[in-house]
């Protein structure tokens, strides 16, 4: 008898701990998890990439772009799963020094690089 309680005491407490409902805490961090994730991706998508105001601006961000493709020319490049997105760029007596982010699905940075043309060669 005395086994018997202790099963349906174990099978209870094994019901209890399935049917538990999520807490009011736990609610507030998933939706804090879901508002962070969705701020990550709006920044990427929209405030991380370099704009060039000026032609000559335009002409070097060209050569790096040139520059950081030909360095991440693997099948995860090509296949879209990594991308990569330059944050600056600028040109100091004929060096290019620049920085670009990788990214995976062009949204969640994994991490910055920085190049200069003057250790490249």
Excluded: C
């Amino acid at each position: 008898m005395k086994q018997a309680k202790g099963k349906n005491k174990k099978n209870k407490m094994a019901k209890e701990k399935e049917k538990t409902p999520i807490t009011k805490r736990e609610w507030i961090l998933v939706i804090a998890v879901i508002v962070l994730v969705i701020v990550l991706f709006i920044k990427s998508l929209f405030f991380d990439a370099y704009v060039p105001q000026t032609p000559d601006e335009q002409i070097v961000y060209d050569e790096f772009e040139q520059i950081v493709s030909q360095e991440h020319d693997s099948a995860l490049y090509q296949s879209h799963f990594l991308s990569t997105r330059i944050i600056a760029v600028r040109e100091e007596n004929q060096i290019i020094k620049g920085r670009y982010r990788k990214y995976i699905f062009g949204v969640i940075p994994i991490g910055d690089e920085f190049y200069s043309s003057d250790k490249a060669e």
